[in-house]
Structures are given as structure tokens and as C-alpha cells.
């Protein structure tokens, strides 16, 4: 049974900063991508960023220099470090693993994350 803990969400200005983290409670399986998404109201959820077991990164074009993700294979958490916030960040941020042996996706309940101008 895999398990995916969010925390770090909450009511910020625009400008400041908040970290997301994701904790992934896993049996057995070896966690490949891990990723952050997100879903304002009314829209479609979009992903934020990726990072990969080797450290390599991606991220939304909207959030590039000021959005960070991190992983800590050691614990299995993936981090999202988000600085100069905009109210348009407003949106639920749900973090995804993925199994590297069989694909399968596992997704977090979710964290709400607002912005105030």
C-alpha cells in the first residue's frame, strides 16, 4: 500500500515563499519520477515540475527561477521550494510518484496553496 503525505501548503503574500514537501510511504518498489502538479479552480491540473532519480529536473515555463524541486531518495520525499509566489499560483498542489518496476502512478490528496495580491 502506498501512501503519499503532503504538507506544507498555506495562505502566503505574493512574493513570499512556502516549501511543499511529499512524503511517500511505500512497501517495496523502487520509486522512479517524482513530480508536483497542480489545479486551480475551474482548470485543468497542470504539472509544475519533475525530478528523476538522477536529479535531472523539468519544470512549467510558468514557474522556471522561482520554483525548486528536490528529492531525498534516502527518505523518499520529493520537496518543492517556491519563492517570488504570485496570486495566479493560487491552486491545490498534488505530488505524484511513479514506480520505476511497474509505471503505476500514485498521487497525493493534495495541498492547498493561496496567494493574495
Known amino acids: 500500500q502506498v501512501q503519499l503525505v503532503e504538507s506544507g501548503g498555506g495562505l502566503v503574500q505574493a512574493g513570499g515563499s512556502l516549501r511543499l514537501s511529499c512524503a511517500a510511504s511505500?512497501?517495496?518498489?523502487?520509486?522512479?519520477?517524482m513530480g508536483w502538479y497542480r489545479q486551480a479552480p475551474g482548470k485543468q491540473r497542470e504539472s509544475v515540475a519533475t525530478?528523476?532519480?538522477?536529479?535531472?529536473?523539468n519544470y512549467a515555463d510558468s514557474v522556471k527561477g522561482r520554483f525548486t524541486i528536490s528529492r531525498d531518495n534516502a527518505k523518499n520525499i520529493v520537496y518543492l521550494q517556491m519563492n517570488k509566489l504570485k496570486p495566479e499560483d493560487t491552486a491545490n498542489y498534488y505530488c505524484?510518484?511513479?514506480?520505476?518496476?511497474?509505471?503505476?502512478?500514485?498521487w497525493g490528496k493534495g495541498t492547498l496553496v493561496t496567494v493574495s495580491a
Open positions: 525530478i528523476w532519480p538522477g536529479g535531472t529536473t
Open positions: 505524484k510518484i511513479t514506480s520505476s518496476r511497474t509505471g503505476m502512478d500514485y
Open positions: 511505500i512497501s517495496t518498489f523502487s520509486i522512479g519520477a
